[in-house]
């Protein structure tokens, strides 16, 4: 393998491959010990720490995590958001990045200045809330849907990956009687699934991901997404009232609480795990092409 190698190239290459071998084991090492944590015993949790002995495994955990209404009613609400949020931000960035990619579109630099600059300076928390407020947003599925939907960043993205496609397809398009609308709908857009592909995943991980926004705007329960469910459970360190009615049930709660974060955080990354497959042949096609270009 290191035969036709320079010294130089050679110990390049090994510190290369040490370097990977040591960033997998960070991604590894966490993940097998957040999955094995949701499957090991309470007791035997709290005592011996996880163990590979499946005489000391048990799906207590994911019991208690999937008859808890709030956590169902919170995974049914995230993965509403990350859809419908993925879906009204790819569509609204690619309507815009369609005509700042037109040389002919007049003031398309000032235009994208405008939006470039939104990346670098924004109103403030104070203010924004007091937008989402008076657009009487609050508490409602808008206040997480509408407020972040154009991401700059993803704008820049579609309007390189369409400025790398030959203006000679519109030409003929338009020599055929292809209107503007027919244009983009018919023959750009099945061009631009590698991109898509892309934004679809980038925003759906960003909406499935974010709490923040929930947090501030929404204070119906049954709107809340599942990472503010995680986030009582992770960062306040306790279970959901639904979990336990009585006292010995929160006894019990306190030594199953290790447990039942780990199965959350499982059963919380499932969606993103289950989604990459799919968009795995357009991620690299459609980041490099979208970001090399122009």
Known sequence: MYKNLSKTDRVILILNNILLVMLVLCVLVPLIYVVLGSFTQPNVLLNNGLTLNPADWTLQGYKKVFTDSQMLIGFRNSIFYSVAFSFISVGLTLFAAYPLSREDFVGRKFFMMIFVITMFFGGGLIPTYLLVKNLNM?????????????????????????????????????????????????????????????????????????????????????????????????????????????????????????????????????????????????????????????
């Open 138 to 294: 609050l508490d409602t599925i808008w206040s997480i849907l509408l407020p972040g939907a154009i991401n700059v960043w993803n704008l820049i993205l579609a309007r390189t990956y369409f400025q790398g496609i030959p203006n000679e397809l519109r030409e003929a398009a338009t020599v055929d009687g292809s209107n503007e609308t027919q244009y983009f709908f018919k023959i750009l857009l099945p061009l631009c699934k590698p991109i898509i592909a892309v934004l679809v995943l980038y925003q759906f991980v960003a909406q499935w991901n974010s709490y923040f926004d929930a947090m501030i705007y929404l204070n119906n329960t049954n709107l809340q997404p599942l990472q503010i469910v995680l986030r009582t459970i992770l960062v306040q360190n306790q279970a959901t009232s639904n979990m336990g009615t009585n006292a010995a049930d929160t006894a019990q709660l306190q030594q199953i609480a290790q447990m039942i974060k780990y199965s959350s955080i499982v059963i919380s990354s499932l969606p993103l795990m289950l989604m990459y497959p799919f968009f795995q042949k357009y991620f690299e096609k459609g980041i490099m092409v979208g970001s090399i270009k122009g």
